[in-house]
């Protein structure tokens, strides 16, 4: 199964993709390419938010069968537009294939309220 994880305040975004999908053998499995197809385009789109300063403290990390990504968003661009469309179409994978896709919504880290107030100090919204 894949296990989906992410926070979303207004502030900033993560999200962790963990595991295959298990729905058909590797190489022929519709499920975990959907998911891997939506983790891909979040990091594309990530790095070129990123380039334009849209978003900071970019970071991510991925390995077979793993990605992890996180940010804060600055006041303009489309990187929550971005990420409205992959949280939708991730609860549509789960809607559809949740025995084989759970995606979890988690609380921001209680770190998060003091970054915030450095964020908004530097211009983020």
């Known amino acids: 199964m894949t296990k989906i994880e992410y ?35 979040l ?9 334009a300063g849209e978003i900071t403290d970019y970071a991510h990390s991925e390995g077979s069968a793993f990605a992890d990504v996180r940010f804060y968003y600055r006041r303009t661009g489309s990187m929550r537009q971005i990420v409205k ?4 179409s991730l ?15 988690a609380q921001a880290p209680s770190t998060l309220s003091n970054s915030n107030k450095k964020s908004k100090r530097a211009g983020l919204q």
């Open 7 to 41: 926070t979303h305040t207004p502030h900033y975004f993560a999200i962790t993709f963990r595991g295959h999908a298990g729905y058909a053998p590797v190489g022929r499995d519709i499920v975990c390419a959907a998911v891997s197809i939506l983790a891909s385009e």
């Open 85 to 88: 469309l992959i949280l939708v």
């Open 91 to 105: 609860k549509m994978l789960e809607a559809e294939y949740g025995d084989y896709v759970q995606l979890k919504e």
């Open 43 to 51: 990091l594309y789109a990530c790095e070129q938010a990123a380039a």
